[in-house]
């Protein structure tokens, strides 16, 4: 079975700042990967690559086995109906309730009939933990329920892969930890492969089964969490350590 | 290494002229998605919602506007003796120019700034590309019902502009004037004819979609990102709004009544 998302030689520049500088990275099916590095090192511009949100100046990028710029407008639409995608603020509509967000994808692209949609919801929203919150809008709740709602409604149409762009950024350590464990047995319960982006090292090693470490545009350790946690790389061991960066 | 004020005025420059380019192509894009069949629901709903926000604007713009253009009528025409007459300024010069191009305006500044923050509120909170990551396409989901709504609107709208306007000149004709209230009405209407309502209604379709473009352009579309884009794009498209409104209506005056003449 083909990788969950391969770039192969991929380079990405915004104006003259090279972000992803000829990037080889495999990232397997059916486990967490976890892609750590400091801000600005490209981590959500991978992300968007991997979904065809951006383009690459350079190389190929390979996602469920589909060749996400080759691919025609529709293929790409139908391969982004086999993922899922956590934004850092949740992307959440403002406009409608809990309820209407999670039925959203199942009513406007499953077309799932009503008495579906309801029972579906119903289900997610148990998933998360917030049964109770359907006729709430999303200003209403607090960073880590709208959080729990956002990944009900990634995986609302039960896709293959789930991304997720900082997911514990701007949350207290207390809610954090519970968006972790919720992350960590969401996975376990449904098997599939997420893709999470972070700086949060301790996010990192409670939900990780890999984890790769981006520098300098380039994929710098990638691994088993506990090879790259044993690394005595002076670059990983810095990060993960919490070391401030030397000033010259 | 390049003086920051000159990258910054080379940007701007570069931005102004690709302008058009970038317009045209979405315009091509925007009405390839309206024609492709939007979601029912959605375009009624902003039909209505439209037409909720604008009227009001819109009829008291044109009220006060046909009472204006009745005073300064009722004023010029007052030294040749002929106040009375002032409905028949109004009559042509408002259903056809003023009233249409006021209710273009207004709904420009109402709806247009609406759509405009709408939609760059969406792109900045990511909304739009969680739509995308589902698979849907928002041009067809938020920019096509749009479009249809400002196409169906505008109509409504010059149409109630122009009824509004009439009542303002009527009303200032007769109670502030102290024209016969028969003889305003006569007045009024007596240069009208059902060709001017058609020609109101061309001009609504195309000033509703002009704004609707315009709109969905700047929020959608703009090369702007950031918090403040929001109020940026409401602005902008207020500004093209009007600009594009005001030249679509003397060029629509111009193809129209410039060919009846020439037919006459």
Request: charged residues 20%; hydrophobic residues 50%; glycine residues 10%.
């Amino acid at each position: 079975m083909s990788a969950a998302i391969e770039l192969r030689k991929v380079t990405k520049r915004f104006g003259d700042r090279v972000i992803l500088d000829d990037v080889d990275l495999v990232i397997e099916r059916g486990r967490t990967t976890v892609l750590l590095g400091p801000s600005g090192t490209g981590k959500s511009t991978l992300l968007r690559l991997a979904t065809g949100l951006l383009a690459p100046e350079a190389g190929t990028v390979l996602s469920l086995g589909v060749d996400v710029f080759a691919a025609k407008k529709k293929d790409l639409l139908a391969l982004r109906r086999r993922m899922g995608m956590l934004f850092q603020d949740n992307a959440l509509f403002g406009s409608l309730s809990v309820f209407d967000n999670v039925a959203f994808p199942l009513r406007r692209v499953a077309n799932q009939p009503e008495t579906e949609v309801k029972r579906r919801v119903a289900e997610l929203l148990d998933l998360v933990g917030l049964p109770d919150v359907g006729d709430r809008t999303p200003d209403r709740l607090s960073g880590g329920q709208r959080k729990r709602i956002a990944l009900a409604r990634a995986i609302a149409l039960e896709p293959e892969l789930v991304m997720f762009d900082e997911p514990t950024s701007g949350l207290d350590p207390q809610t954090s930890a519970s968006i972790d464990q919720l992350i960590k047995s969401t996975q376990v319960r449904l098997g599939i492969t997420f893709v999470v982006i972070t700086h949060d090292v301790e996010s990192c090693r409670l939900i990780a089964d890999d984890v790769g470490m981006l520098l300098n545009g380039k994929v710098h350790v990638f691994g088993p969490r506990s090879t790259v946690w044993d690394s005595t790389d002076i670059a990983v061991r810095a990060f993960l350590d919490r070391e401030p960066p030397s000033s010259t | 290494m390049t003086d920051p004020r000159i990258a910054r005025l080379t940007t701007t420059i570069s931005t102004a002229l690709l302008w058009p380019l970038r317009f045209g192509a979405f315009f091509a894009v925007a009405m390839k998605a309206a024609v492709s069949g939007p979601p029912a629901k959605d375009t009624l709903l902003l039909t209505v919602r439209l037409l909720v926000r604008s009227l009001p604007v819109v009829l008291v713009v044109t009220f006060f506007s046909g009472a204006m253009l009745t005073v300064q009528a009722a004023a010029s025409m007052a030294s040749f003796g002929a106040a009375s007459m002032s409905g028949l300024i109004v009559g042509f010069g408002g259903v056809r120019e003023v009233f249409p191009l006021l209710a273009g305006g207004s709904m420009a500044a109402r709806t247009g700034a609406e759509l405009a923050s709408q939609l760059q509120a969406m792109r900045v909170t990511r909304q739009v590309e969680a739509l995308e990551m589902m698979g849907l396409d928002p041009l067809r989901l938020l920019v096509a019902p749009r479009l249809i709504a400002c196409t169906i609107g505008g109509p409504l709208c010059v149409i109630a502009a122009m009824v509004s306007g009439l009542v303002g000149a009527q009303l200032v004709g007769v109670f502030q004037l102290g024209i016969d209230r028969g003889a305003m009405w006569d007045a009024l209407l007596s240069t009208l004819g059902t060709i001017d309502v058609m020609v109101g209604l061309v001009k609504g379709v195309f000033l509703g979609l002009i704004v609707g473009v315009v709109a969905c352009f700047e929020g959608f579309a703009a090369d702007d990102s950031g918090p403040a884009s929001v109020g940026r794009a409401a602005n902008r498209a207020v500004i093209r709004g009007m600009i594009f409104v005001c030249s679509a209506s003397l060029t629509l005056s111009m193809l129209i009544y410039g060919q009846l003449l020439v037919n006459e």
